[in-house]
């Protein structure tokens, strides 16, 4: 069974910084491309950034270029988001998602979530 | 404002079909394929359709999708309580600017 379990979420200071992880079960890892989708409260899902399998091909969107970091270890099966310069807009629920291939494309399993709250 | 149009809102009652659009441009739905997601309440989003109107095993054949050009939409059959959520579709992004994986506003379906 596919599990994404994402770790790393709380509160923050405007301007702070977080890590995010996500730990991920019942499949091949490192054959898969993987995203980071979030959704502010009572709002829609955004895109936040993607990675290829291999790495080689990494994605943000314009409103996080130059904050944050996507990466990958496949030898320990995780994915990670380095936010930096951390705004309060950018409070919200990171899910992470396996992409359904080794180049980004559209995202097949999430998992649950984790809070990401940006406030002084 | 969201790169994908959707209506905010639609509405049916038991056993009708209803169905959603989702309006993008060339850069998006016209040359890449749409993905559609179910979010119910309190939950993380589950895929419905992919690659246009493709369904993963497990998601019932109540629901299609379908595009046609720079438009795609989500038809849900035999409509159920249970149906009643949030839908948002989805699709690669490629312009001059770099690819951005895009999403719609998203609809909340209220099965009346």
């Known amino acids: 069974e596919v599990q994404l379990v994402e770790s790393g979420g709380g509160l923050v200071k405007p301007g702070g910084s977080l890590r995010l992880s996500c730990a991920a079960s019942g499949f091949t890892f490192s054959s898969y491309s993987m995203n980071w989708v979030r959704q502010a409260p009572g709002k829609g899902l955004e895109w936040v950034s993607s990675?290829?399998?291999?790495?080689?091909?990494?994605y943000y969107a314009d409103s996080v270029k130059g904050r944050f970091t996507i990466s990958r270890d496949n030898a320990k099966n995780s994915l990670y988001l380095q936010m930096n310069s951390l705004r309060a807009e950018d409070t919200a629920v990171y899910y992470c998602?396996?992409?359904?291939?080794?180049?980004?494309?559209?995202?097949?399993?999430w998992g649950q979530g984790t809070l990401v709250t940006v406030s002084s | 404002q969201s790169v994908l149009t959707q209506p905010p809102s639609a509405s049916g009652t038991p056993g009708q079909r209803v169905t959603i659009s989702c309006s993008g441009s060339s850069s998006n739905i016209g040359s890449n394929y749409v993905y559609w997601y179910q979010q119910l309440p309190g939950t993380a989003p589950k895929l419905l359709i992919y690659?246009?109107?493709q369904r993963p095993s497990g998601v019932p054949d109540r629901f299609s999708g379908s595009k046609s050009g720079t438009s795609a939409s989500l038809a849900i059959s035999g409509l159920r309580s249970e149906d009643e959520a949030d839908y948002y579709c989805a699709a690669w992004d490629d312009s001059l600017s770099g690819s951005n994986w895009v999403f719609g506003g998203g609809t909340k379906l209220t099965v009346l």
């Open positions: 690659r246009n109107n």
């Open positions: 990675i290829s399998s291999s790495s080689s091909y990494i």
């Open positions: 998602a396996r992409g359904m291939t080794t180049v980004v494309t559209g995202a097949d399993y």
